[in-house]
């Protein structure tokens, strides 16, 4: 079974750090309360895997997280026979496993997966909350604390790679976005213990890339290359150097590109 699949099961010893945007706690909260999947959509690295951790860990419940892939089968979710040393056995998938324990099931960027695996998803989305496994004959029905939770890039989206809306309609949505530069100052020195002076530099770095993102740039520089930034300076590195391991060359393999991307940053620590 793929491992990516098939993830350990993850409790929180302590809250994740992570800093409010707006009301999505109090939505989240309420949404699990209520028997409700949360579908969350959002650039790539703006804190919706770390959102679903959060919670989770707030709520007091497991949580496994699948990262989707081409390749994700109904299977690898459900569960499959395997054979072993006194015969076949069927072997519980992430997924069954969340509803079995009252756990969350995050599928990240659950778009990438191939389309019957959406199709399992949906006696979980409705009122029935139940998951069949044709294989064993059996049928789950999923407790009270179980949750679903789906993210996606929409900027990613295309004709053969989107959300069916009958599926996006299963969900109470929210959108996240980069945070503010406050709150991205505030995510910095909470997660890295960086100063506040360059903290302040990174983020107005982040502010300016991100206009570029329309030149050239699949995808805006997100937060948690800021982090990756910040971390090698706080550890010592060169503020130059880090920025442009950490923040610049993940951004391109273009040559031209990378080089109008130096000049910004030399622009703000050269």
């Known amino acids: ?81 395997l054979i072993g040393g006194e015969g076949t056995f069927w072997s519980d998938g992430p997924l069954t496993r969340a509803v079995r324990e009252g756990a969350i099931c995050y599928l990240d960027e659950v778009v990438e997966a191939r389309k019957d695996t959406t199709v399992v998803l949906h006696p979980l989305t409705d009122d029935r909350r139940i998951l069949p496994l044709e294989r064993t004959g059996e049928t789950l029905h999923a407790p009270p604390e179980f949750m679903l939770v789906v993210s996606y890039n929409p900027g990613y989206q295309n004709l053969l790679k989107g959300m069916k809306p009958s599926t996006r309609q299963r969900f109470v949505a929210m959108s996240f976005d980069f945070p503010s530069p406050e709150n991205e100052l505030a995510i910095l020195q909470g997660e890295t213990g960086i100063d506040r002076a360059t903290g302040e530099r990174l983020v107005n770095l982040a502010g300016a890339l991100r206009a570029l993102e329309d030149h050239d740039l699949e995808e805006a520089a997100s937060t948690r290359l800021l982090v990756y930034a910040a971390t090698l300076i706080r550890g010592g590195f060169d503020p130059r150097e880090a920025v442009l391991a950490a923040m610049i060359e993940p951004l391109s393999d273009d040559a031209e590109t990378l080089a109008a991307l130096r000049e910004v940053v030399d622009a703000t620590f050269g």
């Not at 999505?24 to 690295?45: D, M, Q, S, Y």
């Not at 959102?51 to 459900?78: E, N, Q």
Request: charged share 25%; glycine share 8%; with cysteine.
């Open 1 to 81: 079974m793929d491992m990516k699949a098939n993830p350990e099961r993850e409790v929180a010893a302590e809250l994740p750090f992570y800093r409010p945007q707006g009301n999505e706690v109090a939505l989240f909260e309420h949404a699990w309360r209520n028997r409700l999947p949360v579908l969350i959509k959002g650039p790539t690295g703006c804190g919706k895997s770390r959102f679903v951790r959060y919670m989770a860990a707030r709520l007091g419940r497991p949580l496994y997280t699948v990262a989707c892939h081409d390749d994700l089968t109904a299977a690898d979710l459900v569960g499959r026979h």
